[in-house]
């Protein structure tokens, strides 16, 4: 697939996320640089400090990582698996359909998706709603629910 035919182009975009989980809820602001060769997410916390960074190499899959709080340390297993739902979306194109077993499941008037499903087994599912969309084409809105957790994601051009 072309870059230029994702659902989100290359380009920096910076994402205000939310993690909602059945005891917890997370915020904090994410940095993304999506080229073809690369996704880089850079997370930061309160007064603008890096919390953690993250680098795949598109060609080789590769994922380097580097956590700067220990306590963000011992969660790793939990960011890669929401990175890897983030990164399910910022890969996919936006017109025609994704790789299985990510869905979509609704498309806007212009043609634009605004839900997919990735199935899970045994009637259990991954839900991604997406809306807002915005003059640039991607949408400003994301959210994906699983059995465990939600992720909402606000998304704009980075400066």
Not at 42 to 59: I, M, S, W
Request: charged fraction near 25%; charge should be positive; hydrophobic fraction near 35%.
């Amino acid at each position: 697939m072309q870059p230029e035919d994702r659902l989100f182009p290359a380009g920096n975009y910076r994402h205000e996320v939310e993690i909602v989980t059945p005891n917890q809820t997370f915020t904090f602001t994410g940095l993304v640089r999506l080229s073809p060769e690369q996704i880089r997410v850079v997370a930061l916390g309160p007064f603008g400090t890096t919390v953690f960074r993250l680098t795949e190499d598109l060609a080789t899959g590769k994922i380097e990582t580097e956590y700067f709080l220990e306590v963000v340390r011992r969660q790793e297993g939990r960011i890669q698996e929401y990175y890897g739902l983030v990164r399910r979306l910022l890969l996919a194109p936006r017109s025609r359909a994704p790789e299985p077993p990510l869905a979509w499941t609704a498309r806007n008037a212009d043609g634009r998706p605004t839900g997919a499903s990735w199935p899970q087994g045994e009637g259990r599912q991954i839900t991604f709603l997406l809306g807002n969309y915005g003059d640039e084409g991607f949408p400003q809105k994301v959210a994906i629910s699983t059995e465990k957790f939600t992720v909402n994601l606000g998304v704009s051009r980075a400066r």
